[in-house]
């Protein structure tokens, strides 16, 4: 089965001149789903983990999925005001401004190994904002894992020395 067939692209989402990369082609196949997940165990360096973040809001459909399979915890990271107890915020560029993440602050205790995961890496700003939190709060962060790599935005860049693994790359 190729999992690129069940990513669809969506031309000029969410403005002009970009390309949407959707999931939810793969996310209504029981045997993509599936093997997806498998292919996201498989690419673990290490899997001893301790509990997935998930980055809102794509990162949350995989990031229970394996937070399951590893017998791990789950951990929402979300935009602000979306969290109900007290939260962490870390903030983080766009071409067209700043936003920022929040993560609930009992979420991590020091030591804790995190697995960070999202759908796509495209410029890593993302993720790298989530990176700060998990670190101030003590995590240890196993890897980085992604359904998608965009490889021409060199996200991955921001994201050192963190291990990164992504099932597909464009």
């Known amino acids: 089965m190729r999992l690129e067939n069940y990513i669809r692209d969506i031309q000029d989402f969410p403005?002009?001149?970009?390309?949407?990369?959707?999931i939810t082609p793969l996310l209504l196949n029981t045997n993509a789903r599936s093997q997806c997940l498998d292919?996201?165990?498989d690419l673990l360096q290490n899997p001893?983990?301790?509990k997935v973040v998930g980055v809102e809001s794509r990162g949350f459909f995989f990031g229970?999925?394996?937070a399951d399979r590893l017998g791990a915890g789950f951990i929402p990271v979300r935009k602000p005001n979306k969290l109900p107890y007290t939260t962490l915020a870390a903030s983080y560029?766009?071409?067209?401004?700043?936003d920022s993440l929040e993560i609930h602050t009992d979420a991590i205790?020091?030591?804790?190994?995190?697995?960070?995961?999202?759908?796509?890496?495209?410029?890593?700003?993302?993720?790298n904002a989530v990176c700060q939190l998990v670190q101030q709060?003590?995590?240890?962060?196993?890897?980085?894992?992604?359904?998608?790599?965009?490889?021409?935005?060199?996200?991955?860049?921001?994201?050192t020395p963190h291990p990164i693994a992504a099932v597909l790359t464009y």
């Not at 403005?15 to 959707?22: M, Q």
């Not at 560029?93 to 700043?98: A, R, V, W």
């Not at 759908?119 to 993302?126: E, H, I, K, P």
């Open 15 to 22: 403005k002009t001149g970009i390309v949407f990369k959707d």
């Open 39 to 41: 292919s996201l165990v």
């Open 48 to 50: 001893s983990i301790d």
């Open 64 to 66: 229970t999925l394996l």
């Open 93 to 98: 560029s766009l071409e067209y401004g700043t």
């Open 109 to 127: 205790q020091p030591g804790d190994r995190i697995l960070i995961h999202d759908d796509v890496l495209a410029t890593g700003g993302t993720v």
């Open 137 to 159: 709060m003590g995590g240890v962060i196993v890897q980085c894992s992604f359904l998608m790599e965009l490889t021409f935005l060199n996200g991955r860049d921001k994201l």
